[in-house]
């Protein structure tokens, strides 16, 4: 056997991923997108097969789409269109108490979808699978993490070191901990999850397809009942997802014994005069997660823990994998422009900037979901014969619902100022500790939130009229996206200003000329430059414009996707892109990170500060 003091090259990656849960696999798909060289270690022999979590917000499958892979989610999964809460009034009648829309239409071309864990893990492999530079082994799992201190300030430099228990070595500049809740790397950094246990019981959880006369089994419910609380999630293939809350007892003697009955039989108790029965069962659980979060999300910008290794909660919430792939949908793209060398490494740690306020708020929610559907269920009867009382708990958990329509869907999440969004009043005159220094001018954009994902929005394509959500042209390949609002164009003064700021946005030694110019050698870091007017299409010439807005290629020929016009036609909904976004006949430049998050609005004359912004994390 020959002794190596270094290892095999084939064991030195840019990015190691413990754990091929949502989290971790989303972490690969970006790498895998950007070719990154990285390496996933499960301990698992494959992907989940059954059970686990059960669905997407919208915001996620947005993310999923943004790679091209929410097509076949959306079809094979099912809607939840309605939440219904139903209760027991105090002659023990089961009574439905509301039926709310269970999503806010125009906030996301989606809508919540539910579909098991792995069914969506499987079309993520698929993916990754497809990747050269990504590579998962399974039943491995590391043994030992050393960091190297003399090399951890050289980004450049291999500085983390990983043990496998195949005995194997191997070295990464990076290393993403998605080990979930029991996560061995953030016990190996020596940081513990902080928190309390729910505090309100056990639940079951149960998949199965059921035969009932229940009128809402195809409709997302909550049910509270004497019994034992109840929620319903309608699943893929006729399954049914059951989660029960547990009395003491029972909960004892599901955990030894496992057997499905226990928790049929409280269902078939809370279900009353309804009935329900199965012939199968497909998966079938205990969880009492509490509501716990690790404030460090990182180490040295070296060590990266994301997912449930960060923030757990109850199942009640129901956002564990969206919560825990939007972690590394943030992540991912900021380690590869790092790793490109086309940002410096101090846009790192805006990851915990803006993630580990996302999971407080997480953590909150999940509390008060838990609060507002438990509340009353361990007292005794007499006191839900206050009807009263009963009510405001309802409304509680009404508010609640109505706030996950938004807050919780992750479409409002909203990045605080930092490196890579601007502050939206006066900034210090030196970058504060988040690196704030540049401010945007948001009455530009009224309804564009800075450090929020952009709103969608139907726009019609210059050069063939095909209408297109905006979204779906701002794909996650690693670039920015720089969108030009250029208002009435067929104006020649309107048509002026936009001229000038593409002459500015392309003069020699400025440092967007070359992230904006076609053919860079990498698109990760380069900036897509697009240009929605609101004249109409017919009065406008590509050709005539800039050529920055039509980028020409020896290869692949023109890009003929960068203009839009702000007109109706060909689909209802089009046509409203200025009134909806809020902006000015004026117009204004609109800066949105490769995760479609808006870091900047300006006027059409401030290249200036669009460049300063980007000079604080290009390196030169
Ligand atoms: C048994 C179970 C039941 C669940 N039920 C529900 C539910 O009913 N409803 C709900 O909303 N959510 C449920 N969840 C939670 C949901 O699955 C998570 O919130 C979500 O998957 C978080 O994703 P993650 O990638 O952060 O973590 P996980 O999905 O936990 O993924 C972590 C991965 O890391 C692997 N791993 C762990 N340690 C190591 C190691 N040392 N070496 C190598 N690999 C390692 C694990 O095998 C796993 O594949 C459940 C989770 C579990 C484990
Ligand atoms: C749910 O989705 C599955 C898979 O696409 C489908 O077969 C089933 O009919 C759907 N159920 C409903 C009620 O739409
Ligand atoms: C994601 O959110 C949806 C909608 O709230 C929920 O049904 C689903 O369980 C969540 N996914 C996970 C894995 O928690
Ligand atoms: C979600 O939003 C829609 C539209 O705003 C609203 O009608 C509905 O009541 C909300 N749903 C819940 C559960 O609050």
Not at 108 to 128: N, Y
Request: hydrophobic share 35%; charged share 20%.
């Amino acid at each position: 056997m020959i002794c190596q003091d270094q290892p095999a090259p084939s064991m030195v990656f840019d990015v190691v991923i413990v754990g091929a849960g949502p989290a971790g696999l989303m972490a690969a798909v970006w790498m895998a997108q950007l070719n990154i060289k990285t390496l996933v270690i499960e301990m698992k022999s494959c992907r989940t097969l059954t059970g686990h979590a059960d669905g997407l917000e919208s915001r996620t499958l947005e993310i999923l789409d943004s790679f091209g892979l929410a097509g076949i989610i959306w079809k094979e999964s099912n809607r939840t269109m309605e939440v219904c809460l139903w209760h027991h009034d105090s002659r023990g009648d089961l009574c439905r108490d509301s039926v709310s829309p269970n999503c806010n239409p125009g906030l996301s071309r989606f809508q919540e979808v539910t579909l098991g864990q792995g069914r969506i893990e499987e079309r993520l492999l698929e993916f990754i699978d497809k990747s050269p530079n990504v590579q998962i082994k399974w039943k491995t799992s590391p043994q030992e993490l050393l960091i190297h201190q003399d090399l951890v300030d050289l980004h450049r430099e291999h500085a983390v070191e990983l043990r496998l228990d195949t005995d194997s070595v191997v070295r990464t500049k990076y290393l993403i901990g998605c080990d979930g809740a029991h996560s061995w790397v953030r016990k190996q950094l020596g940081l513990s999850l902080e928190g309390k246990s729910a505090g309100n019981g056990d639940w079951g959880v149960l998949d199965c397809i059921p035969t009932t006369d229940f009128p809402d089994i195809r409709k997302r419910c909550i049910i509270k009942s004497q019994a034992g609380n109840v929620m319903i999630i309608p699943r893929e293939d006729n399954l049914v997802r059951f989660y029960v809350q547990l009395p003491a007892r029972c909960a004892t003697r599901f955990r030894r014994d496992r057997r499905p009955s226990v928790l049929l039989s409280i269902l078939g108790d809370a279900l009353k005069p309804y009935y329900l029965v199965t012939s199968h069962v497909e998966w079938c659980t205990i969880y009492t997660v509490g509501q716990r979060l690790c404030r460090d999300f990182s180490v040295q910008d070296r060590v990266f823990l994301s997912g449930d290794a960060v923030h757990t909660h109850s199942p009640k919430a129901g956002q564990g994998m969206n919560v825990s792939m939007q972690d590394t949908y943030n992540l991912g793209w900021k380690l590869a422009s790092v790793l490109r060398g086309v940002a410096t490494s101090a846009i790192l740690r805006t990851y915990q900037e803006e993630r580990l306020p996302v999971a407080e708020r997480l953590i909150r929610f999940d509390r008060r979901m838990c609060l507002g559907i438990c509340s009353g269920s361990d007292h005794a009867s007499a006191d839900r014969e206050n009807l009263a009382d009963f009510r405001d708990e309802t409304t509680g958990l009404e508010e609640t619902l109505s706030e996950e329509n938004t807050t919780a869907s992750g479409l409002s999440v909203t990045y605080p100022p930092n490196l890579l969004v601007t502050a939206t009043r006066i900034p210090p005159s030196q970058p504060d500790k988040h690196g704030v220094l540049y401010c945007s001018t948001p009455h530009l954009a009224k309804n564009i939130v800075i450090g929020r994902r952009l709103p969608d929005v139907l726009v019609l394509c210059q050069s063939n009229s095909q209408p297109w959500y905006l979204q779906e042209r701002l794909p996650s390949t690693g670039q920015w996206h720089l969108l030009v609002f250029g208002g009435d164009i067929s104006k020649a003064s309107q048509l002026q200003r936009v001229e000038a700021l593409a002459r500015q946005l392309t003069r020699p030694n400025s440092i967007l000329a070359p992230l904006c110019m076609p053919g860079a050698t990498t698109t990760v870091g380069s900036v897509a430059v697009y240009l929605i007017h609101s004249a109409s299409r017919f009065d406008v010439q590509l050709m005539n414009l800039p050529p920055i807005f039509r980028p020409y290629d020896d290869r692949r020929g023109r890009e003929y996707r960068r203009v839009f016009a702000d007109n109706e036609g060909f689909a209802p909904g089009c046509g409203m892109a200025y009134s909806l976004y809020g902006i000015a006949p004026e117009g204004c430049v609109v800066l949105l990170r490769p995760d479609q998050h808006c870091s900047l609005v300006v006027p059409l004359e401030d290249a200036d500060t669009l460049e300063r912004f980007f000079s604080l994390f290009v390196p030169v």
